[in-house]
């Protein structure tokens, strides 16, 4: 028996909707996702074309996305940003223990443990881990927070920016004066490693300056101009983010400082020169150290109850944590911190960047050769592409992380609002049973029957 016309066009319509809802899903992960796969995007581009958008390239990118890109990106920052957050941030001590201890530090320290295992068990003994690539990690774990992606990732996660923008001025202030030092006391020595031993610390002024000059012209000075336009022009200012976009312009930024890290990555050559199993052990240990740096940044901005209690009993509330002074013993309790800071902590602490990574191993290392600095600078270079990546995933589960709990807090108002409304229509019963010469009366305990309730009422 043949199909009806009817029953026909039906099945017709059914595929056309089906497909239809793919369609659907498809458009809607790629505009969710629009940043992950505009670095995929640069990571072509870089690969193809690294001469356009590497260092004295085509673009000029040390100017044109360096220092004119990320201005604009803390320009904007500074047109959005509260006065007020930003003066509280700065007078936050704990934020800034907890941030640059784990980021100059802490990371510092597991970095060098693992670059121990990996001696210890003849990685580069047996050539499969060149020795410029360990020490090249060294100066990863070593170097301050990344400049702008950790401030676009918090935003974007919907975390804290004013923190993470205040963290970003003192670790690159900071850390770019200890990062050498660190360097120096935490390089392996012996074997391969003495060929590799940096020069002397007197090597480092044009290093000193080149930073410095980044960071104010880069970071400090578009700040200002922002929030003195948001001080001037409160309005204009609103009317503007608000009509051309600029908080999405900053994610757009971002992939233009990426494309610019891509370029450099490949137009040195030494990821293609060097053994193939010194990129692959370096990218995917990349990857799993970035994972570990967030959930210890994550476990200390926001430790477990039991473990507060555990550690804060044994020094804050312990008999020498009551001779302290009170600042001392408000930085060194044990306690979580809201989640907006803790996206910030976790952004900020786990990150590191470029702009003091390969000027500092140029300079550490000016008296090698060419190669063998390009091959230093591969961890960094590897470590910041790869962050950026990783951290895109973090901002799409960070802000789930702080949405799920705006949700239930909104479930649980609109729970007591439909409460207070039920009591609400209650009294109005009651003073229309009034109006209408109906009186309740609340019977007394001690005549209601077990079975019944204290606060029956009857109509008499």
């Not at 410095?212 to 609103?238: N, Y």
């Not at 990218?283 to 109850?305: G, K, M």
């Amino acid at each position: 028996m043949s199909e009806t016309p009817e029953a026909y066009e039906s099945a017709e319509d059914k595929r056309s909707r089906s497909s239809l809802r793919v369609v659907k899903k498809v458009l809607g992960f790629v505009w969710s996702n629009w940043l992950v796969l505009g670095f995929g995007l640069a990571c072509v581009l870089g690969y193809f074309f690294p001469h356009v958008a590497a260092r004295g390239g085509i673009i000029r990118s040390e100017y044109s996305i360096l220092y004119a890109g990320i201005g604009l990106i803390f320009f904007i920052n500074g047109m959005q940003l509260s006065p007020e957050k930003l003066k509280e941030h700065a007078k936050n001590w704990r934020l800034h223990i907890i941030v640059q201890g784990i980021s100059l530090i802490l990371i510092p320290v597991i970095q060098l443990i693992i670059v121990h295992i990996v001696i210890a068990a003849g990685g580069v003994s047996s050539g499969t881990v060149d020795a410029s690539i360990l020490v090249g990690m060294v100066v990863v774990s070593c170097i301050p927070t990344t400049i702008a992606s950790n401030v676009v990732m918090t935003r974007n996660a919907g975390g804290d920016e004013a923190a993470a923008i205040i963290e970003v001025v003192i670790g690159n202030v900071v850390g770019s004066f200890i990062a050498p030092w660190l360097i120096y006391g935490f390089l392996p020595s012996g074997g391969e490693f003495e060929s590799l031993r940096p020069a002397k610390a007197d090597t480092l002024g044009p290093m000193y300056a080149n930073v410095m000059q980044q960071l104010g012209l880069s970071v400090l000075v578009p700040l200002v101009v922002g929030q003195t336009l948001r001080w001037t022009v409160p309005k204009q200012v609103a009317w503007t983010l608000k009509t051309f976009y600029l908080a999405q312009l900053c994610s757009v930024l971002l992939m233009l400082v990426a494309w610019s890290t891509f370029s450099g990555a490949f137009q040195t050559g030494a990821l293609t020169t060097l053994p193939k199993t010194s990129v692959i052990f370096n990218v995917f240990l990349n990857i799993a150290e970035y994972i570990l740096f967030t959930a210890v940044c994550y476990w200390i901005a926001s430790p477990p109850d039991f473990l507060a209690r555990f550690v804060n009993g044994y020094v804050v509330d312990s008999r020498l944590g009551s001779y302290l002074p009170r600042m001392v013993k408000r930085a060194v309790t044990i306690r979580k911190m809201p989640k907006e800071l803790v996206v910030a902590v976790c952004f900020c602490g786990a990150a590191k960047t470029t702009s003091v990574g390969i000027p500092l191993a140029a300079a550490m290392w000016s008296q090698l050769d060419n190669f063998t600095i390009s091959s230093i600078q591969v961890p960094v270079l590897l470590y910041t592409v790869e962050q950026v990546f990783v951290a895109q995933f973090f901002t799409i589960f960070f802000k789930w992380w702080i949405r799920r709990d705006e949700k239930g807090t909104s479930d649980a108002e609109s729970g007591t609002s439909k409460e207070q409304r039920h009591i609400g229509d209650g009294k109005d019963r009651a003073h229309s049973n009034q109006g209408n010469g109906i009186h309740e009366v609340e019977v007394p305990t001690d005549l209601i029957d077990a079975r019944g309730s204290s606060s029956e009422k009857y109509a008499p």
